[in-house]
């Protein structure tokens, strides 16, 4: 039967109201079984996500309070170091710091 004789038959707002039909259930069923599940998934790696996130927020802290640490004992040592020590002390912060690189969006190293 092609749809001009449904139409003829039953009438176009009951031909029209069963096609809305599958079509929403076409729809439900699409969502359920296609999207939930990615839904979740992508849910589960969201919540990891965050998770190191808040690691990382709690290491930068950490770091940051060892840091304001040694520079406070820094500045206290260098009131009662002679230019010796101070020039050994600065010699041992110039080895061992870390050295910090720019970088631009596609990786490479900016230019100073």
């Known amino acids: 039967m092609n ?3 449904m139409i003829k038959d039953f009438g176009f707002p009951i031909v029209a109201a069963t096609g809305l039909g599958y079509f929403v259930f076409y729809i439900w069923k699409w969502v359920t079984q ?3 599940p990615v839904v979740g998934q992508t ?3 969201l919540i990891k996500l965050v998770d190191r996130i808040r690691m990382l927020d709690n290491d930068m802290i950490r770091i940051n309070m060892k840091l304001s640490m040694v520079l406070e004992h820094k500045g206290v040592l260098d009131k009662t170091l002679n230019k010796e020590q101070k020039d050994a002390l600065n010699d041992m912060i110039n080895r061992y710091q870390s050295h910090n ?3 631009d969006s596609t990786g490479k190293e900016k230019n100073k």
Request: glycine share 8%; net charge neutral; proline share 0%.
């Open 3 to 5: 749809i001009g004789e």
């Open 101 to 103: 690189n720019t970088f």
């Open 34 to 36: 296609t999207i939930n």
């Open 43 to 45: 849910m589960k790696t």
